[in-house]
Every structure is written in C-alpha cells, then in structure tokens.
C-alpha cells in the first residue's frame, strides 16, 4: 500500500465514508482468511529451550492501548478506574505531536501504576518513508521517550521496519502482530511469543519486540461488527492452552462509555470490561499479568539456545519486506544473542522475582 497517498487523501474522505469502505473491504478479507485468523495453528509453536514464564504461570497477559486522538485521551482517566476496580493496570501509548497530552495526566497514571509508551510521532503514516524521514524524527521520538521516562515505543497502523526502529532508544517495541490480514501494512510474525530484534555482531543493546495476540476492537467491533467479545475470548482460550503471550491493543477512542452518544466509528466499553471479567474469572490464578517493560526484561534476561546464537525465529511467508531482509541478515531471533543480554542489575531482579533458576545467564 503506498501509505503516503493514503494519507494525503483520508482527511478529505467523510468518516462514514471511510468506515462503510473499510467495513466491505474487511468482510472480503474474513472470508478469505477465517481459517488462519483469529487463531493460526502455525503461531502457537514454543521456542526451542523455552523456560516458561515466570513464577510457573500457565501463560503470560499484557494489556495496552493505543491512543489516536484527543477523544481517546478524554476516556483514559474513566478506562483507567475500570481497570483499577478489577485489579489490572494496562500500559498507555500517547502520539507526541498530534494532539495535547497533559503531563498531569501521565503523571497520574504512572503513580497509579500504569505504564507509559510512545506511539510514532504524529501517527501520519511517514514515519518510515526514507531513511531522512526517520532520522529526522527520531530525535524527537527519543526525546519524548526520555521526557516521559518510558522506553516502551509503539508505531501508527501497524508499520514498522524493526531495525530502524533498532535506533530508537528503547527496551522494547509493541510494532507487529502474530497474524492480522485487516492491517494495512500486512506483515504477520506468526508467533504468540516476543522475540529480539539485534543486528549481528552489533555493540548496541538491540530490543525486545511483542507482537499483539488478540484481534484489534477497532477490527472486531466496528469493521466487522462483532456485538459479542467472543472473538477475544476464543483467541485467548486458545493462547492460554499453547503457553504463550496474550497482548491485547484496544482504542480507548472507540469505546463508548454510558452517557456517551452511540458513533460509527464506536463500541460499547462494556466489551472490553466484560473481557476483563472473563480474564480474571477463568485464568485469574493461571497468567501473569505484566506491564510491556516487565515482559522485555524477562525476556531479556533469557539464556539463548548454548549453539546457535539466539537461535533465528522460524520464516513466515507473511513477512513484509523488510522484515524479510532482517531475517536473511539475522536480526530476528529468539532470545538475546550473546553479549547483548541486560545489565547485571537486571539479572539479578529478574531472578529474585522470577524463581527460575538455571535459565537466567
């Protein structure tokens, strides 16, 4: 998709125009990919010399929102007190430059216990136009990561080209997605599991990428027009049995809360609390829930394979371009090659926190 043009004419094009588009191009996919989507078989694969998670947890549940505009903004105090009051805390990704975001309210939300990321910079679909583009912005990206104290980073619609993204001064990246055949930018890892973007042979620390798991609500909810969270259960039903990573990315900008007027483009916040409740009733004493940061330093404080390096995760035929050049030039593997593992510090909380003695290096 020649994502410049997309963008240059979307702002033009009415939202229920956009929406009713989106929607019949949407259910051509479904019908073309139901049997690999939500759940392909092919993602559930373990990788090899896999530990499991910590403190014997069954799998592992990582809840994060993306936030587009200042509608979704509005919601974030409201969606944060419905989390709160079922005991989770999700991880929050605020667009620097496209709308205001008030530092009371970021300050508030990490005293509370939330996690903070960046998400792209403007959201405009540039980000990885060239090579200029990019270096241009990011400076500004890696200031806004050190102003806001997170080294979390996620990108707009799903583009990534994860060893640009490598410069970036993070720990971890939440840029791709195990399998997704709505998504623009269509490039699926084909893992239920993170993995370590590091180039060879490269001194820098490289990071941790975790690919979403569960289907997008904006997908779910207004594409297709779910009116049950069913989809999100059986995806989750399934990953809790394979041992894998449960990350959900929802729109606080769609979700419509009591009072609010119904919209196109929106769905009942009910949806999603409800998944919560199903979350913590059935696999409340069986998944560790983690923030983003928390997974990357287990993840990251894990011994790779004694041959092999970091062991490269398996080919995907749904690899984009340019995460099929990072395969063949080694930057997608399992775990942290060696002499790119976490800081000593590190290793020594994880393993006081974790009990899992004899994987950590």
């Known amino acids: 998709m020649n994502f410049d043009f997309y963008y240059t004419v979307r702002p033009f094009i009415p939202r229920w ?6 929607r019949r191009i949407t259910a051509w996919q479904y019908r073309r990919n139901r049997q690999c989507w939500p759940v392909s078989e092919l993602a559930g694969a373990p990788p090899p010399f896999w530990p499991g998670w910590p403190q014997g947890k069954r799998f592992a549940v990582v809840l994060t929102h993306d936030i587009e505009r200042a509608n979704g903004v509005k ?67 890696d200031e806004f990561l050190h102003r806001w104290e997170t080294r979390g980073f996620c990108t707009g619609a799903m583009q990534h080209n994860l060893p640009w993204i490598s410069h970036l001064d993070i720990d971890y990246s939440v840029s791709t997605y195990d399998v997704d055949p709505f998504e623009p930018h269509a490039c699926g890892l084909g893992r239920i599991f993170p993995c370590w973007v590091h180039a060879p042979d490269s001194k820098t620390r490289g990071f941790i990428e975790m690919p979403y798991t569960l289907p997008q609500d904006f997908t779910a909810f207004v594409l297709l027009r779910q009116e049950s969270n069913a989809i999100w259960r059986r995806k989750l039903d399934w990953i809790a049995s394979q041992g894998g990573m449960a990350l959900i990315k929802t729109h606080p900008d769609y979700m419509v809360f009591p009072g609010e007027r119904k919209r196109i483009d929106g769905y009942p916040v009910e949806l999603y609390t ?6 913590a009733r059935r696999y409340g004493d069986e998944a560790w829930f983690a923030q983003p940061s928390e997974v990357a330093r287990f993840w990251r404080g894990l011994c790779p394979p004694k041959t092999g390096g970091g062991a490269a995760i398996p080919f995907r035929e749904t690899f984009c371009r340019t995460c099929r ?4 030039a080694g930057w997608l593997n399992h775990y942290p090659t060696r002499g790119a593992l976490a800081r000593p510090a590190e290793f020594a909380e994880i393993a006081e926190q974790r009990k899992i003695s004899g994987h950590i290096c």
């Open 17 to 22: 125009i956009q929406i009713e588009l989106r």
């Open 75 to 141: 919601h974030c105090e409201a969606l944060a007190s419905l989390e709160e009051e079922r005991g989770f805390r999700s991880a929050v990704a605020f667009v620097p430059l496209r709308y205001e975001t008030p530092e009371p309210l970021r300050r508030s939300l990490a005293g509370r216990g939330f996690e903070i990321m960046v998400h792209d910079l403007y959201h405009d679909g540039k980000l990885f136009r060239n090579w200029h583009t990019f270096t241009d912005r990011r400076r500004s990206i």
């Open 274 to 279: 409800d998944f919560l409740d199903y979350l």
């Open 325 to 328: 050049e990072a395969h063949a």
